[in-house]
């Protein structure tokens, strides 16, 4: 017969439980704490004792995969595409692996963006310290100065970051398929300028602070029997807080915060600020969007915010699989005019390519993408 470690770690505690409960009155506090602690305690949390480290490598080569010439991950030394399930029945530590592969992925792209298509990385705030979180973007080298054509391609929301369409696809398909650099060079070759944002980097993490909590009694006024009851009090809620938490999250990952980026602390933002700055002040006759899924909101947002500057300025909308509702958003009469002859949404259908499907939104027509992304 085998006993699991829940098990071994809830034993003291069950047997301290029958004591406890022999004893007289005086001990119906500790049964309560002791009752409360068992109630919080998630036998799948405790089994997370069992887990490998979450300790992942920074590199493709340190997962043993790379891309091979036709843009698909492999594993370096058997060929296989990337297996999720690494460790069978760990799901939170397969989860955790994927993460991290996927961090790695984020900078493959963002190299492949400077490096394969000539496009420069531009931090955001434009006027930003030199001590304040910062975002960027990237450009073209003409991005600004073309005086026909520009491109301005925006991802959809998640884990997703510049460049990129869908993770998921970049590792189990390939790079085509899930980023947008077949998009970003097509344009080039057909002579536009390009402008890549990147709207959900809005924020950076940095370890949170400890903080520390005074001594009731350094500071009260109260008598001391009544202060050194309710120190007691504290220092054992700390105790029972504290070993729920040992068991809860043995492998204690940091505490992290986040830090809004100035004006660039939401997809919306990020779209308005980048219009506002870039856009709004490049040489091009005509500027042409293509935005999927939640970009298609941060697009219609940006209509709404800047509705007269986009109608000059852009002539046609490409959405994809475009999350916007104009009812929602409240995009106005004069706006949905303007989608209706400006936009059109491809959508995931079974139906044959362009095919027109059914939309119950008064605003752009909506067509058959056959298939298209998925994050």
Known sequence: MSISLSSLILLPIWINMSQIQQGGPDEKEKTTALKDLLSRIDLDELMKKDEPPLDFPDTLEGFEYAFNEKGQLRHIKTGEPFVFNYREDLHRWNQKRYEALGEIITKYVYDLLEKDCNLKKIFIPVDATESEPKSFIFMSEDALTNPQKLMVLIHGSGVVRAGQWARKLIINEDLDSGTQIPFIKRAMDEGYGVIVLNP???????????????????????????????DKVSKETKKRRDFYEKYRNPQREKEMMQLYIRENGSPE???VYVWDHFI???????????????????????????????????????????????????????????MRENCCNWVSSSEPLDTSVESMLPDCPRVSAESFLCC
């Not at 809005?202 to 001594?215: A, L, M, R």
């Not at 939640?294 to 909308?317: C, N």
């Open 200 to 230: 959900n980097e809005n924020c950076i993490e940095v370890e949170k602070p400890k903080t520390h909590v005074q001594s009731s009694s350094d500071s009260s006024d109260e008598p001391v029997e009544k202060r050194e009851r309710k």
């Open 269 to 271: 933002e990020h779209t």
């Open 280 to 338: 709004a002040k490049s040489a091009a006759e005509n500027v042409f969007f293509v935005a999927h899924s939640y970009g298609g909101l941060a697009f219609v947002e940006l209509m709404i915010q800047r509705e007269a500057d986009v109608k000059s300025k852009v002539t046609a909308v490409a959405l994809t699989d475009s999350v916007h509702n104009v009812w929602h958003q409240e995009a106005g009469k004069t706006i949905r005019e303007w």
